[in-house]
């Protein structure tokens, strides 16, 4: 076990919609991060937050946008679903600097229809 | 840019040979390496991780990786491999700085013969 909780674990929806994707850091982690992992990109970075802010963009879509909470937890939207964002998402919680290694959920499937 | 490089996309080993994953990377300063591994339906889990110092570093479940600088390689060791290595294992770096976010290998798909 990570520490890292990510809800749902499963999520089907249709095209054009809009979802939720809900991520909780380890006990001491202010570092979130989101990857998306699909077959043919393989595990990109998306975005990182920090103690709430954002720090670090990767290929993150304009439909897409996260946020981090007081409370550290992080969520993920994605909106205007489109059947190529079919992909698991992972989340990952650290300390925040680049030599500090990072504990991974289990990851929410999304699929679209 | 930075990138990692796994050669070889799927790997067939018999239980209790030995095993190597190769990784290669392109970093302009000392990297932050990274092994993990996803058995399936499940996130990925660290194996090891090298950040200075001694460039053969011990991590989880018997695997030990290797850090070459000439050759800019972070190959993945295990001496003997069991049933249960079975699983897909993706090398990764450290974009450094305060940031940190990980730059991830297309992975390597192990399968173990009994």
């Known amino acids: 076990d990570s520490g890292v909780t990510q809800t749902p674990k499963h999520l089907i929806t249709a095209t054009g919609q809009r979802v939720t994707l809900r991520c909780s850091p380890r006990?001491?982690?202010?570092?979130v991060y989101w990857y998306q992992q699909s077959l043919d990109q393989g595990l990109q970075f998306l975005i990182q937050?920090?103690?709430?802010?954002?720090?670090a963009k990767g290929n993150i879509l304009e439909r897409f946008s996260a946020q981090q909470f007081p409370d550290l937890h992080s969520e993920l939207n994605l909106s205007s679903l489109e059947l190529g964002d079919s992909a698991l998402y992972f989340c990952?919680?650290?300390?925040?600097?680049?030599?500090?290694?990072?504990?991974f959920g289990d990851g929410t499937r999304l699929s679209i229809l | 840019a930075q990138s990692v490089t796994q050669p070889d996309i799927h790997i067939t080993v018999s239980e209790g040979a030995s095993l190597e994953l190769r990784c290669n990377y392109s970093?302009?300063?000392?990297?932050?390496l990274f092994w993990y591994v996803q058995s399936p339906g499940q996130g990925l889990q660290l194996l090891l991780k090298?950040?200075?110092?001694?460039?053969l570093v011990q991590g989880i479940k018997g695997f030990e990786a290797e850090f070459k600088r000439s050759q800019s390689s972070f190959n993945l060791r295990k001496p003997s491999v069991h049933w249960s290595d079975a699983a897909e294992y993706f090398c990764?770096?450290?974009?450094?700085?305060?940031?940190?976010?990980?730059?991830f290998g297309k992975g390597t798909k192990l399968s173990v013969k009994p």
């Open positions: 006990s001491g982690d202010l570092s």
């Open positions: 990764a770096v450290g974009d450094g700085g305060s940031q940190g976010n990980l730059i």
């Open positions: 937050y920090y103690n709430g802010e954002e720090r």
């Open positions: 990952a919680s650290g300390r925040g600097g680049g030599n500090q290694p990072q504990h």
């Open positions: 090298y950040f200075s110092g001694d460039t």
């Open positions: 970093y302009g300063a000392t990297p932050y």
